[in-house]
């Protein structure tokens, strides 16, 4: 389903902690937007639906909704730091093209 490297899963552990409540998930997502159709969307969340697919990795829980889950099937997620800047990468064999800025993608 969603693999997270191991810098992506300190990354986001380390931005939990700096939350007062912590969060008990994360949520990946995809919504429609951007110039190729379709957006990444991450976001820290306390409520579990029955419907979401729950993957856990190395303690960090990350909840992916039925929809987003077609999109995101083999997805790989890391964090990078370069001299432009830093954030998450989604690394996603199912994209077949993305807009010139890479903030959006189509399947």
């Known amino acids: 389903m969603i693999h997270l490297t191991p810098v992506a899963v300190a990354k986001v552990k380390e931005i939990m902690d700096q939350q007062n409540p912590r969060p008990a998930a994360l949520r990946v997502a995809v919504v429609g937007g951007g110039c190729s ?30 929809m987003s889950l077609m999109y995101l099937n083999g997805v790989e997620i890391d964090y990078i730091e370069t001299l432009e800047g830093a954030g998450f990468k989604f690394n996603n064999p199912n994209v077949k093209s993305t807009c010139g800025c890479g903030s959006s993608f189509s399947v």
């Open 37 to 66: 159709g379709f957006q990444y969307h991450m976001a820290f969340d306390n409520n579990q639906n029955s419907t979401d697919n729950v993957v856990e990795v190395d303690g960090l829980k990350v909840l992916v909704d039925q």
